[in-house]
Protein backbone atom coordinates (compact mmCIF):
# COMPACT_ATOMS: atom_id res chain seq x y z
CA UNK A 1 0.00 0.00 0.00
CA UNK A 2 1.50 3.49 -1.03
CA UNK A 3 1.41 5.87 1.98
CA UNK A 4 3.02 9.05 2.40
CA UNK A 5 3.67 10.07 6.27
CA UNK A 6 4.49 13.54 7.07
CA UNK A 7 6.56 14.96 10.07
CA UNK A 8 4.34 16.69 13.29
CA UNK A 9 3.41 19.93 14.03
CA UNK A 10 6.11 22.61 14.09
CA UNK A 11 5.73 25.80 16.15
CA UNK A 12 9.18 28.31 15.54
CA UNK A 13 9.83 32.03 15.58
CA UNK A 14 10.46 34.07 13.13
CA UNK A 15 14.10 33.67 11.33
CA UNK A 16 14.20 30.05 12.86
CA UNK A 17 15.04 27.06 10.03
CA UNK A 18 12.93 24.32 9.62
CA UNK A 19 13.23 20.86 7.79
CA UNK A 20 9.82 19.17 7.67
CA UNK A 21 9.64 15.44 6.28
CA UNK A 22 7.48 12.85 4.01
CA UNK A 23 8.31 9.36 4.52
CA UNK A 24 6.87 7.25 1.46
CA UNK A 25 6.36 3.41 2.28
CA UNK A 26 4.93 0.80 -0.49
CA UNK A 27 7.42 2.18 -3.49
CA UNK A 28 11.02 3.38 -3.87
CA UNK A 29 10.69 7.24 -3.81
CA UNK A 30 12.91 7.25 -6.82
CA UNK A 31 10.40 5.92 -8.95
CA UNK A 32 8.06 9.48 -9.04
CA UNK A 33 8.14 12.92 -8.88
CA UNK A 34 7.25 14.05 -5.64
CA UNK A 35 5.44 17.63 -5.14
CA UNK A 36 4.76 20.43 -2.05
CA UNK A 37 1.45 21.95 -1.78
CA UNK A 38 1.09 24.88 0.89
CA UNK A 39 -2.18 25.72 2.11
CA UNK A 40 -2.19 28.71 4.62
CA UNK A 41 -5.19 28.82 7.25
CA UNK A 42 -8.88 29.70 5.61
CA UNK A 43 -7.38 29.35 2.10
CA UNK A 44 -6.73 27.75 -1.03
CA UNK A 45 -3.44 24.88 -2.49
CA UNK A 46 -0.97 26.47 -3.99
CA UNK A 47 2.22 24.30 -5.50
CA UNK A 48 5.21 24.98 -4.30
CA UNK A 49 7.44 22.80 -5.99
CA UNK A 50 8.36 19.50 -7.29
CA UNK A 51 11.46 17.21 -6.91
CA UNK A 52 12.19 13.74 -9.04
CA UNK A 53 14.68 11.75 -6.37
CA UNK A 54 15.87 9.81 -9.05
CA UNK A 55 18.06 12.22 -10.18
CA UNK A 56 17.28 15.34 -8.07
CA UNK A 57 15.87 17.22 -10.55
CA UNK A 58 14.11 19.90 -8.68
CA UNK A 59 11.09 22.98 -10.44
CA UNK A 60 10.02 25.63 -8.22
CA UNK A 61 6.96 27.86 -8.23
CA UNK A 62 8.43 31.37 -8.70
CA UNK A 63 6.45 32.62 -5.87
CA UNK A 64 8.43 30.13 -3.75
CA UNK A 65 11.71 30.25 -5.57
CA UNK A 66 14.97 30.88 -3.42
CA UNK A 67 12.48 30.58 0.00
CA UNK A 68 11.99 27.43 0.31
CA UNK A 69 14.37 23.73 -0.84
CA UNK A 70 12.96 20.48 -1.44
CA UNK A 71 15.68 17.41 -1.51
CA UNK A 72 15.21 13.62 -0.53
CA UNK A 73 17.15 11.06 1.00
CA UNK A 74 16.74 7.87 -0.88
CA UNK A 75 18.15 5.81 1.67
CA UNK A 76 15.33 5.95 4.13
CA UNK A 77 12.42 6.89 1.33
CA UNK A 78 12.22 10.47 2.33
CA UNK A 79 11.56 14.04 1.05
CA UNK A 80 12.17 17.29 2.68
CA UNK A 81 10.91 20.72 2.03
CA UNK A 82 13.28 23.09 4.51
CA UNK A 83 13.37 27.12 5.23
CA UNK A 84 16.78 28.89 6.25
CA UNK A 85 14.88 31.62 8.08
CA UNK A 86 11.07 31.79 8.66
CA UNK A 87 8.73 34.08 8.08
CA UNK A 88 5.26 34.65 9.92
CA UNK A 89 4.10 34.78 6.51
CA UNK A 90 5.01 30.64 6.05
CA UNK A 91 2.60 29.56 8.72
CA UNK A 92 0.50 27.44 7.36
CA UNK A 93 -0.29 23.73 6.60
CA UNK A 94 2.18 21.95 3.75
CA UNK A 95 1.35 18.38 2.03
CA UNK A 96 3.83 15.97 0.07
CA UNK A 97 1.98 13.90 -2.90
CA UNK A 98 3.49 11.38 -5.40
CA UNK A 99 3.23 12.40 -9.34
CA UNK A 100 1.19 10.13 -11.58
CA UNK A 101 0.97 9.72 -15.04
CA UNK A 102 -1.80 8.44 -17.08
CA UNK A 103 -1.94 6.37 -20.09
CA UNK A 104 -2.01 8.81 -22.05
CA UNK A 105 -0.34 11.49 -20.42
CA UNK A 106 -1.91 14.03 -18.10
CA UNK A 107 -0.05 14.20 -14.65
CA UNK A 108 -2.18 14.16 -11.39
CA UNK A 109 -1.77 13.20 -7.55
CA UNK A 110 -3.52 10.69 -6.21
CA UNK A 111 -1.36 10.00 -3.12
CA UNK A 112 -0.99 13.05 -0.35
CA UNK A 113 0.15 12.80 3.33
CA UNK A 114 -1.66 13.75 5.73
CA UNK A 115 -0.16 17.62 6.26
CA UNK A 116 2.11 19.22 8.42
CA UNK A 117 0.92 22.22 10.35
CA UNK A 118 3.76 24.80 10.24
CA UNK A 119 2.97 27.75 12.52
CA UNK A 120 5.28 30.76 13.16
CA UNK A 121 4.97 33.16 15.59
CA UNK A 122 6.95 35.50 17.78
CA UNK B 1 2.37 31.16 -14.46
CA UNK B 2 -0.80 29.55 -16.07
CA UNK B 3 -3.66 31.14 -13.85
CA UNK B 4 -6.54 29.11 -13.05
CA UNK B 5 -9.85 31.15 -12.66
CA UNK B 6 -12.19 28.88 -11.09
CA UNK B 7 -15.41 29.77 -10.21
CA UNK B 8 -18.03 30.55 -8.38
CA UNK B 9 -16.11 30.41 -5.25
CA UNK B 10 -18.92 29.78 -3.48
CA UNK B 11 -22.36 28.09 -4.48
CA UNK B 12 -25.06 27.33 -2.29
CA UNK B 13 -27.19 24.62 -3.42
CA UNK B 14 -29.55 22.11 -1.84
CA UNK B 15 -28.90 17.93 -1.77
CA UNK B 16 -30.41 16.33 -4.60
CA UNK B 17 -29.11 20.03 -7.16
CA UNK B 18 -27.44 19.34 -9.82
CA UNK B 19 -24.51 22.01 -9.97
CA UNK B 20 -21.52 23.13 -12.58
CA UNK B 21 -18.27 24.43 -11.20
CA UNK B 22 -16.15 25.74 -14.10
CA UNK B 23 -12.16 26.56 -14.28
CA UNK B 24 -10.56 28.40 -17.21
CA UNK B 25 -6.91 28.52 -17.60
CA UNK B 26 -5.13 31.75 -19.16
CA UNK B 27 -3.49 29.64 -21.50
CA UNK B 28 -3.75 25.90 -23.63
CA UNK B 29 -3.39 23.24 -21.17
CA UNK B 30 -5.19 19.84 -23.16
CA UNK B 31 -6.28 17.75 -21.03
CA UNK B 32 -4.43 18.09 -18.39
CA UNK B 33 -6.50 19.10 -15.70
CA UNK B 34 -7.59 17.87 -12.27
CA UNK B 35 -10.44 18.04 -9.77
CA UNK B 36 -10.31 17.41 -6.36
CA UNK B 37 -12.24 17.69 -2.95
CA UNK B 38 -11.24 18.97 0.15
CA UNK B 39 -12.99 18.30 3.30
CA UNK B 40 -12.22 20.39 6.62
CA UNK B 41 -8.51 19.69 8.19
CA UNK B 42 -8.04 16.66 5.45
CA UNK B 43 -5.80 16.39 2.32
CA UNK B 44 -7.01 16.60 -1.11
CA UNK B 45 -8.83 14.02 -2.71
CA UNK B 46 -9.09 13.47 -6.54
CA UNK B 47 -11.32 12.91 -8.29
CA UNK B 48 -11.44 13.65 -11.87
CA UNK B 49 -7.88 13.53 -14.00
CA UNK B 50 -7.11 14.23 -17.65
CA UNK B 51 -10.31 16.60 -17.50
CA UNK B 52 -12.67 13.72 -17.46
CA UNK B 53 -11.38 10.32 -16.45
CA UNK B 54 -13.21 9.56 -12.84
CA UNK B 55 -10.62 8.78 -10.72
CA UNK B 56 -11.34 4.80 -9.46
CA UNK B 57 -13.69 4.88 -6.18
CA UNK B 58 -15.22 8.56 -6.86
CA UNK B 59 -19.10 8.39 -7.11
CA UNK B 60 -20.39 8.51 -10.32
CA UNK B 61 -22.41 11.19 -9.52
CA UNK B 62 -19.00 13.26 -10.30
CA UNK B 63 -18.07 13.91 -14.01
CA UNK B 64 -16.06 16.41 -16.12
CA UNK B 65 -15.38 17.46 -19.10
CA UNK B 66 -13.43 20.26 -21.69
CA UNK B 67 -10.71 20.47 -23.39
CA UNK B 68 -8.18 23.43 -24.10
CA UNK B 69 -8.86 26.28 -21.70
CA UNK B 70 -12.49 25.71 -20.38
CA UNK B 71 -13.26 22.89 -18.29
CA UNK B 72 -16.32 22.17 -15.69
CA UNK B 73 -17.25 19.94 -12.56
CA UNK B 74 -20.35 18.27 -12.80
CA UNK B 75 -22.04 16.88 -9.31
CA UNK B 76 -25.32 15.32 -10.81
CA UNK B 77 -26.93 14.62 -7.39
CA UNK B 78 -25.36 16.75 -4.52
CA UNK B 79 -25.64 14.30 -1.53
CA UNK B 80 -24.92 15.59 1.66
CA UNK B 81 -21.15 14.65 2.11
CA UNK B 82 -20.24 16.94 -1.33
CA UNK B 83 -20.79 20.21 0.93
CA UNK B 84 -17.25 21.08 0.89
CA UNK B 85 -14.25 22.39 -1.26
CA UNK B 86 -13.43 21.47 -4.77
CA UNK B 87 -10.37 22.85 -6.90
CA UNK B 88 -9.16 22.34 -10.42
CA UNK B 89 -4.94 21.60 -10.92
CA UNK B 90 -3.23 22.29 -14.50
CA UNK B 91 -0.54 19.97 -14.46
CA UNK B 92 0.41 21.04 -18.34
CA UNK B 93 2.87 23.67 -17.32
CA UNK B 94 5.07 24.18 -14.88
CA UNK B 95 4.10 25.41 -11.90
CA UNK B 96 1.00 23.48 -11.43
CA UNK B 97 -1.37 25.85 -10.51
CA UNK B 98 -4.54 25.47 -8.43
CA UNK B 99 -7.81 27.45 -9.08
CA UNK B 100 -9.35 29.49 -5.81
CA UNK B 101 -11.11 26.71 -4.59
CA UNK B 102 -15.11 26.33 -4.46
CA UNK B 103 -17.39 26.44 -1.23
CA UNK B 104 -20.16 24.03 -1.68
CA UNK B 105 -22.98 25.46 0.56
CA UNK B 106 -26.34 24.17 1.99
Known amino acids: EVQLVQSGAEVKNPGDSLKISCRAS????????IAWVRQMPGKGLEWVGI????????RYSPSFQGHVTISADRSINTAFLQWDSLKASDTATYYC???????????????WGQGTLVTVSS | DTQMTQSPSSLSASVGDRVTITCRAS??????LNWYQQKPGKAPKLLIY???TLQSGVPSRFSGSGSGTDFTLTISSLQPEDFVSYYC?????????FGQGTKMEI
Open chain 2, 50 to 52: GAS
Open chain 2, 27 to 32: QFISNY
Open chain 1, 51 to 58: MYPGDSET
Open chain 1, 97 to 111: TRREVATRGPYYFHY
Open chain 2, 89 to 97: QQTYSIPQT
Open chain 1, 26 to 33: GYSLTSYW
